[in-house]
């Protein structure tokens, strides 16, 4: 494992930190690459990008919107928000995705919702269990009405792993809010999520004024969404091959 020194934004302390990024003051998780979340779980040289070339139009002309795509590809290094493909876990394959804050705060636009499809039928056509990350501040409203009909598609997407009997299992990391939470990502077989995530709809300033009372301490962060029924369990980065491993074996589509 590799060490590097970083700040970590919730404590403000300099830290050491291993391939897992955990923060040893505060346990606060830093954001993955791709890659490096692929690293925690996926046999070495096994993964298979799907659909790499796609990237967002601009379906209501938005003025700067090419622009800010061309830039976040930049700053990110990705074509878009969510990276799909094939990988085996342990020798046995899957479907996964993965979605990175890093590119327009993880926002799902046309480009994101046709990959988190793909994903799932990918899934349904050969039986693999469909594993997604996700990590989101909601609908790209960039793309207007389109990036709310991904909320539909994703959903009627993972209906139709539901119906052939396929597994799909989520990982909701900090932060997973908005239209992702309100579509795909609460509809997985099993839900885990990475400790102390932010997972809701709404942020709490919101619904503290909508509802004009003071929200728990907490809210909204996977300890107290797994405590309320909406998270299956929490896992830690050190154990994630491990769960996936034993999700896999205990849920092969049965013919």
């Not at 919730?10 to 690293?39: G, M, S, W």
């Not at 890093?102 to 793909?118: A, D, L, N």
């Not at 050190?238 to 013919?255: A, D, G, Y």
């Given at each position: 494992?590799?060490?590097?020194?970083?700040?970590?934004?919730?404590?403000?302390?300099?830290?050491?930190?291993?391939?897992?990024?955990?923060?040893?003051?505060?346990?606060?998780?830093?954001?993955?690459?791709?890659?490096?979340?692929?690293?925690?779980?996926?046999?070495?040289?096994?993964?298979?990008?799907?659909?790499?070339?796609?990237?967002?139009?601009?379906?209501?002309?938005?003025?700067?919107?090419?622009?800010?795509?061309?830039?976040?590809?930049?700053?990110?290094?990705?074509?878009?928000?969510?990276?799909?493909?094939r990988c085996t876990i342990d020798?046995?394959?899957?479907?996964?995705?993965?979605?990175?804050?890093?590119?327009?705060?993880?926002?799902?636009?046309?480009?994101?919702?046709?990959?988190?499809?793909?994903?799932?039928?990918?899934?349904?056509?050969?039986?693999?269990?469909?594993?997604?990350?996700?990590?989101?501040?909601?609908?790209?409203?960039?793309?207007?009405?389109?990036?709310?009909?991904?909320?539909?598609?994703?959903?009627?997407?993972?209906?139709?792993?539901?119906?052939?009997?396929?597994?799909?299992?989520?990982?909701?990391?900090?932060?997973?809010?908005?239209?992702?939470?309100?579509?795909?990502?609460?509809?997985?077989?099993?839900?885990?999520?990475?400790?102390?995530?932010?997972?809701?709809?709404?942020?709490?300033?919101?619904?503290?004024?909508?509802?004009?009372?003071?929200?728990?301490?907490?809210?909204?962060?996977?300890?107290?969404?797994?405590?309320?029924?909406?998270?299956?369990s929490i896992v830690t980065r050190?154990?994630?091959?491990?769960?996936?491993?034993?999700?896999?074996?205990?849920?092969?589509?049965?013919?």
């Open positions: 494992m590799t060490e590097k020194t970083i700040r970590c934004p919730q404590c403000q302390k300099d830290v050491h930190v291993d391939d897992h990024k955990i923060c040893p003051y505060c346990n606060f998780h830093f954001p993955l690459t791709v890659d490096e979340r692929l690293a925690l779980f996926a046999d070495e040289g096994s993964f298979e990008e799907m659909s790499s070339t796609m990237q967002s139009k601009n379906p209501i002309d938005l003025a700067g919107y090419e622009e800010k795509i061309l830039e976040n590809q930049k700053k990110s290094s990705l074509r878009d928000a969510a990276t799909i493909g020798g046995e394959p899957v479907v996964v995705g993965i979605m990175s804050f890093s590119f327009m705060g993880g926002s799902m636009g046309s480009v994101v919702g046709e990959k988190i499809t793909q994903a799932m039928i990918e899934g349904a056509l050969t039986g693999n269990p469909v594993i997604l990350f996700t990590a989101s501040g909601g609908a790209r409203m960039q793309e207007g009405i389109f990036s709310l009909m991904q909320m539909a598609k994703t959903a009627s997407a993972a209906a139709l792993l539901e119906e052939t009997r396929t597994p799909l299992f989520l990982v909701l990391t900090n932060p997973t809010t908005g239209g992702v939470t309100a579509s795909f990502a609460m509809l997985g077989d099993v839900i885990l999520a990475e400790p102390g995530a932010i997972i809701g709809f709404a942020g709490p300033r919101v619904i503290e004024g909508t509802i004009g009372e003071k929200l728990p301490e907490g809210f909204q962060r996977s300890e107290f969404q797994m405590q309320k029924g909406f998270v299956d050190e154990s994630m091959k491990q769960t996936f491993s034993f999700l896999i074996k205990t849920h092969k589509r049965r013919s």
